[in-house]
């Protein structure tokens, strides 16, 4: 019997179709902060915009070569060595199988092995507790609450910021 392989590989231009369709999804975009909806014009803008920027790291979650979402690191600091993490599982049918946490301890490695970065940080709302139980069994470490930090359809929002360090990944 074959071992399911998951991979994160450098996001693509031929990506841009599944990441408008899942961003699209709204049983996916419930917490995100996109200008609704994607289109491909500007989608392919920003891939275009940002294809070589060396602020972020944007990739594509593979399982058994079947894209299924994106994962990536924003804000990319070399100086005080931090960067934003991300990640939306795209495909409905692939999400509770234990993917988006494979592929983001690959995206961690990445982050602290290849980019020699020493704090990892996320911020998520208040309300998303399918993503704070993936952040918690990865080891990250909730910081503290931003209280009113967006406001969606003129609803204010609290979210939480966690952070994961370089020398607690190496435990």
Do not use: C
Not at 84 to 112: C, D, P, R
């Amino acid at each position: 019997m074959q071992e399911d392989r998951i991979i994160i590989r450098k996001f693509e231009e031929h990506d841009i179709d599944n990441k408008i369709k899942w961003i699209n999804d709204s049983n996916n975009n419930k917490y995100l902060h996109y200008d609704l909806p994607l289109e491909y014009e500007k989608t392919l803008n920003w891939f275009n915009n940002n294809k070589n920027n060396e602020n972020r790291y944007d990739a594509i979650i593979e399982f058994n070569n079947i894209p299924v979402g994106v994962i990536g690191l924003l804000n990319i600091d070399y100086k005080n060595k931090k960067a934003e993490y991300y990640i939306t599982m795209g495909e409905h049918q692939y999400k509770g199988k234990g993917i988006a946490y494979q592929s983001s301890k690959e995206l961690l490695k990445y982050a602290f092995n290849e980019l020699k970065l020493n704090k990892v940080y996320l911020y998520t709302e208040v309300e998303n507790i399918i993503a704070q139980r993936l952040f918690d069994k990865l080891g990250f470490i909730k910081e503290g609450t931003l209280k009113e930090d967006l406001i969606i359809n003129n609803e204010k929002k609290d979210r939480y910021i966690y952070a994961i360090f370089r020398n607690e990944w190496n435990k």
